[in-house]
């Protein structure tokens, strides 16, 4: 079993930046996926950023260039890294560990941005 428990989300003006993270535990396996994902409210859940163990990072079109995913092998962490946010940005943003077949979900954290 993997449990993911995200923390960062807050409530920050448009413009702002924000830097959430994801610590992963249990029985951790690699190589892996470890991904950000988001949901606004009355829409489906989308991909925000991927990152494989080795570091090969993956964006939707809408993170490219304002946020950056990273991680730190040894901690078992994820990061996001988001700069000049935008009211559409406003989601609970999720943190995903994927093995093959296997993948598990954090809970989820807040980020709301006003504008």
């Known amino acids: 079993q993997v449990q993911l428990v995200e923390s960062g989300g807050d409530l920050v003006q448009a413009g702002g930046s924000l830097r959430l993270s994801c610590v992963v535990s249990g029985r951790i396996f690699r190589p892996n996926t470890m991904g950000w994902y988001r949901q606004a409210p009355g829409k489906q859940r989308e991909l925000v950023a991927t990152?494989?163990?080795?570091?090969?990072?993956n964006y939707a079109d809408s993170a490219k260039g304002r946020f950056t995913i990273s991680r730190d092998n040894a901690k078992n962490t994820v990061y996001l890294q988001m700069n000049s946010l935008k009211p559409e940005d406003t989601a609970v943003y999720s943190c995903n560990y994927r093995y093959y077949s296997a993948t598990y979900w954090g809970q989820g954290t807040q980020v709301t941005v006003s504008s």
């Open positions: 990152i494989l163990s080795g570091g090969s990072t």
